[in-house]
């Protein structure tokens, strides 16, 4: 059974820290998209999703951030992905989502993103 943690901290107005521990794929991407649908309900369009802990994403798991990003991007936020694994990495780019997710090393790296 695939076991996914989230836990969400504030950073600053409409700004979160995203952090996934665990695998997201089909039996758990429903949880990630929830969770993104309550920021986005509370007005947090800035998300940092912290990635290094994801051991395995499928394109289930990469969907949720697929649709998810036009949403933040037309309330002037986006999505920054946070020392994402090599496994996400290479899921993002065999799909051609590289281009279009920008990446971090740190927290820092990323609030500057969005200035």
């Known amino acids: 059974m695939s076991i996914l943690s989230i836990e969400v901290k504030r950073v600053s107005e409409g700004m979160a820290h995203v952090k996934v ?3 997201l794929d089909a039996a758990t991407y429903e949880k990630m998209e929830k969770e993104i649908d309550k920021l986005f309900a509370n ?3 800035k998300l ?3 990635l290094e802990q994801v051991q395995y994403i499928s394109s ?3 969907g949720v951030f697929i649709s ?6 037309d309330h002037n936020g986006n999505i920054v992905l946070l ?5 996400v990495k290479d899921v993002f780019t065999t799909l ?3 281009e279009i997710f920008p990446y971090a090393d740190t ?3 990323a609030v500057r993103s969005f200035s």
């Open 43 to 45: 007005s947090y369009y």
């Open 83 to 87: 020392k994402p694994s090599a496994q």
């Open 107 to 109: 927290i820092d790296e």
């Open 96 to 98: 051609g989502l590289a």
């Open 21 to 23: 521990v665990g695998s």
């Open 68 to 73: 998810a990003i036009g949403t933040a991007q």
């Open 48 to 50: 940092i999703v912290h």
């Open 60 to 62: 289930a798991g990469a």
